[in-house]
Nanobody, 122 residues
Framework: QVQLVESGGGLVQAGGSLRLSCAAS????????VGWFRQAPGKEREFVAA????????YVVDSVKGRFTISRDNGKNTVTLQMNSLKPEDTAVYYC???????????????WGQGTQVTVSS
C-alpha cells in the first residue's frame, strides 16, 4: 500500500521560504507522478506542481512558477516542494499525492498524504 507522509509545514513571514517534503513508501514509483496540492479554508483544492518519478521532469502551475520548485530524490524516496517568496495567499494545507499518469493533469491522483499546514503571515 502506498503511503505518503508530508512534513515541513509551519508559520513563516511573507517573503520567507519553506521546504515541504513528501516521504513515499509502499511500492516502486516508476511511471508515477507525485504532485503537491493545496487547499485554503473555504476554497477548492488547487494543483500546485508535480514531478515524474522516473525522469525527474517537473510541472509547476503558472500561479506559483518562479517561486515554487519541485524535485525528487530517488535514493531517499522523497519529493520536495521548495517555496520561496511566500505570500499570505499561499496559506493552506498542502497535500502530497501520487498516481500513474502524466504530470500536467491534476486528475487521477489516488494516493494522498495527510497534509501539512503552511501559514504565511503578513
Amino acid at each position: 500500500q502506498v503511503q505518503l507522509v508530508e512534513s515541513g509545514g509551519g508559520l513563516v513571514q511573507a517573503g520567507g521560504s519553506l521546504r515541504l517534503s513528501c516521504a513515499a513508501s509502499g511500492r516502486t514509483f516508476s511511471n508515477y507522478a507525485v504532485g503537491w496540492f493545496r487547499q485554503a479554508p473555504g476554497k477548492e483544492r488547487e494543483f500546485v506542481a508535480a514531478v515524474e518519478w522516473s525522469s525527474g521532469f517537473t510541472y509547476v502551475v503558472d500561479s506559483v512558477k518562479g517561486r515554487f520548485t519541485i524535485s525528487r530524490d530517488n535514493g531517499k524516496n522523497t519529493v520536495t516542494l521548495q517555496m520561496n517568496s511566500l505570500k499570505p495567499e499561499d496559506t493552506a494545507v498542502y497535500y502530497c499525492a501520487a498516481k500513474r499518469g502524466n504530470i500536467v493533469s491534476p486528475r487521477g491522483y489516488n494516493y494522498w498524504g495527510q497534509g501539512t499546514q503552511v501559514t504565511v503571515s503578513s
